[in-house]
């Protein structure tokens, strides 16, 4: 008996995982799959028992019984079978890029309740927080940002200054595709993309509750209702609201959060459902911009709870997301969807904050700023997917049309006075002063209309082709907002992202892949002449292999890529003060992922990135030096869990996890500030009460590591991670 509940089922399964699950057969029941297992799940890291565990499973009687449904096969808690973030839903073997999947399951066992506390436990990705809270952050993979995050596949720009603190109450789970996803969201960085799948409004009556207390004066409570509204049950609800106050590890901060999210689903007819559904959330806490070095460089030794601020710094953050969905699902197993997406996010602090080196008695100068911004989002996107029967052979196509815009208020903070402070001596008492704001300086509006599409071909049996583009016209435009004259505008014309790759099934349960994509990024860098420098372009190609073993109970995969980025913006060499386009960098590695269950009530997900970045074209002082050097070269994550079987133990179940990052780096003009390498373990206990009703207790840095989660500076921007952290949860489910 798991000692969680399983997450609140959903009451239509998509066609092609719609099917009764066949009894699990051996896995190695040739040389060659014998052969593609043990390799792929070598590169993953698992252990010579386990492999052979797996290669050669035990006999059918010796299973757990698995009941069948007319739903989605059974899967492990820590994995699923298939993934929507390519606008149809697949299996991740039959996906030719690297993805992982974080459950809500395994949201749960960690009591992770932001979606960057999430992302940082995820193969490859790297989140670089700019506050003590971490409400702004920006996140990468393979050593380059991910521009923008999916909302059920609807993408939102994103940014430095930009508030991601989403909490994780909302969704079903976060599915993460690393690399190039410029057919799925044109415009943008080639790191990747971050789809938020929400939870979706049910047919049968769900309540979920949970409440927790924690280290820090945690206090958190949310609960989830959904059902059916009419006695037909097609109207459905959902509700879910978040009530969170935390301090922190750090003096005088605090980080309180209130969340509230609804979904309405009508059916019109069994085919047609319209979805709409409205989050707010408010975020009130204190920044934290981060402590200063020496002017060497060298990281200062401070207690954890050390802060260069004042106890009146303030952070307040609303973040507004109202979505439409309209969905026909036709009679072949195609799909119609449209999908209309507003989100609005503003964000004001005031902060006093750390401004130079510190001295080696501690002295350093306190700058005071007040800062206020605003972002617009707004999304249509209308596509249609249909298999295609051409002879014997059934395939796919994907025709999709959007338009995207969003505007960014920004030039709205202003400076007060500075004064001497000490790292050692802290006064967080200070008066803070009274700072007018001058008001909106400038509106930043990027557009983008776009037709995209893809063909899925099954060429044989074994092989599967896949062929795509994106046709996007974007521009982007810097305005005055005290009179709306554009200052600077770039409308480089038509841009054709292509998408090909190659899945050749080596057998039922393994694939190897190859697959190519482009992206283009707009800059606002300016050239000489003052006009917006060209787009940066980009390219990818991935080669690697995916598992699916035990019903879609378990996957694995291993990838290795290299991405060239160009025309990147670098300094002028006659104008210093100008930029051009000409840079270029190039990223490349390996990445290897297992998730899934491994064994009866045992489940894991374990991955590991080994990333190089170089600049390839620059000016001499960078040339050949790491393009991302916040982007650690090796990292490993690993989380597990056990549900205890023996008799007296059943309804317990134990877990755990680590991170390790090997040493990363930042580069502050000619001073490089160097953290060392470090990590972190968890632990998790759990007990089913009853049926309806669990306990847990979970632990993060267990041993309690003092180390530097982000360095960036010599004046500010280098925070401690946080030291052990305990949280005790009630779930119920009913």
Not at 308 to 327: I, M
Not at 641 to 648: D, E, I, N
Request: with cysteine; hydrophobic share 40%.
């Amino acid at each position: 008996m798991s000692a969680h509940f399983p997450a609140f089922k959903q009451s239509r399964a998509p066609a092609h995982v719609r099917q009764a699950p066949s009894a699990m057969n051996s896995i190695a029941n040739s040389s060659l799959q014998s052969v593609a297992l043990a390799a792929l799940l070598l590169a993953c890291g698992v252990s010579t028992p386990l492999l052979a565990q797996l290669s050669n499973p035990a006999p059918a009687d010796a299973l757990p019984e698995i009941r069948v449904t007319d739903s989605a096969p059974p899967s492990s808690p820590y994995t699923v079978p298939a993934v929507s973030i390519g606008k149809t839903e697949q299996s991740l073997k039959n996906t030719p890029q690297s993805i992982s999947v974080i459950t809500r399951q395994r949201l749960d066992d960690q009591n992770i309740t932001k979606v960057e506390d999430a992302l940082k436990q995820t193969t490859g990705v790297t989140v670089e927080r700019f506050d003590g809270a971490g409400n702004y952050n920006t996140i990468k993979s393979r050593g380059f940002d991910i521009g923008a995050i999916q909302l059920d596949g609807v993408p939102i720009s994103q940014g430095a200054n930009y508030s991601t603190a989403l909490d994780t109450a909302v969704y079903e789970r976060i599915e993460v595709l690393r690399g190039p996803a410029g057919l799925l969201q044109g415009a943008g960085e080639p790191g990747g993309a971050i789809n938020l799948v929400r939870k979706r409004a049910l047919g049968t009556l769900g309540l979920g509750a949970n409440a927790s207390v924690g280290s820090f004066g945690l206090r958190r409570a949310d609960v989830d209702v959904t059902g059916a509204l009419n006695a037909a049950g097609t109207l459905r609800g959902r509700v879910v609201a978040v009530k969170e106050d935390r301090n922190s590890h750090v003096d005088t901060l605090f980080n309180n959060r209130e969340t509230a999210y609804g979904t309405l689903e009508f059916d019109f007819t069994p085919s047609t459902t319209l979805s709409v559904g409205y989050t707010r959330q408010k975020v009130r806490a204190a920044v934290d911009q981060g402590l200063p070095s020496l002017a060497n460089g060298q990281l200062l030794d401070l207690p954890v709870s050390s802060f260069a601020g004042l106890r009146a710094n303030r952070q307040d953050l609303d973040t507004e997301d109202a979505f439409a969905e309209l969905e026909h699902r036709l009679d072949n197993g195609g799909m119609v969807k449209f999908s209309a997406r507003d989100v609005t996010r503003s964000s004001f602090y005031r902060s006093g904050r750390a401004n130079s080196a510190a001295a080696a008695n501690g002295n350093y100068t306190m700058q005071t700023v007040d800062f206020l911004q605003k972002n617009t989002d707004r999304n249509y996107d209308l596509f249609f997917t249909s298999p295609v029967k051409i002879g014997d052979s059934t395939h796919r196509v994907l025709l999709g049309i959007s338009r995207n815009t969003g505007d960014n208020y920004g030039g709205n903070f202003a400076n007060g006075p500075s004064f001497a402070a000490n790292v050692y001596r802290p006064n967080y008492d200070l008066a803070y002063p009274v700072i007018a704001l001058p008001g909106y300086t400038s509106v930043t509006t990027r557009s983008e209309d776009a037709l995209y599409g893809q063909f899925q071909f099954n060429a044989t049996g074994r092989l599967q082709l896949l062929a795509g583009g994106r046709a996007s016209w974007a521009d982007i435009e810097v305005k005055r907002a005290s009179d709306g004259v554009a200052t600077s505008t770039s409308r480089p014309g038509r841009q054709f992202t292509p998408s090909v790759a190659a899945i050749y099934a080596l057998d039922a349960n393994i694939s190897a892949y190859t697959s190519y994509a482009e992206t283009f990024v707009l800059q606002t860098a300016l050239n000489a002449a003052g006009g917006l420098l060209p787009p940066r372009t980009g390219s990818q190609i991935e080669l690697g292999l995916k598992g699916e073993f035990f019903n879609k109970r378990l996957n694995a995969h291993a990838a290795i890529f290299r991405i060239l980025d160009k025309n990147r913006a670098i300094t002028d060499p006659v104008v210093p003060t100008a930029s051009i386009a000409g840079g270029e960098v190039r990223s490349q590695g390996l990445e290897t992922e297992i998730s899934g269950q491994i064994a009866p009530g045992w489940d894991l997900t374990a991955g590991y990135a080994f990333t190089q970045t170089r600049y390839l074209q620059a000016p001499a002082a960078q040339l050949g030096t790491v393009f991302s050097p916040v982007t650690p070269r090796h990292s490993v994550n690993l989380s597990t869990r056990y549900a205890l079987r023996s008799p007296g133990l059943t309804g317990w179940s134990v877990g755990g996890g680590m991170s390790w990052r090997s040493e990363f780096s930042a580069q502050s003009g000619a001073i490089k500030l160097v953290s060392g390498d470090y990590a972190l373990f968890n632990a998790q206990v759990a007990y089913q009460v009853s049926d309806k009703v669990s306990v847990s207790l979970s632990a993060e840095n267990l041993m309690d590591e003092k180390y530097y989660e982000k360095v960036s500076g010599v004046t500010r921007q280098n925070f401690y991670g946080e030291p052990r952290r305990v949280v005790l949860a009630l779930k119920a489910r009913y």
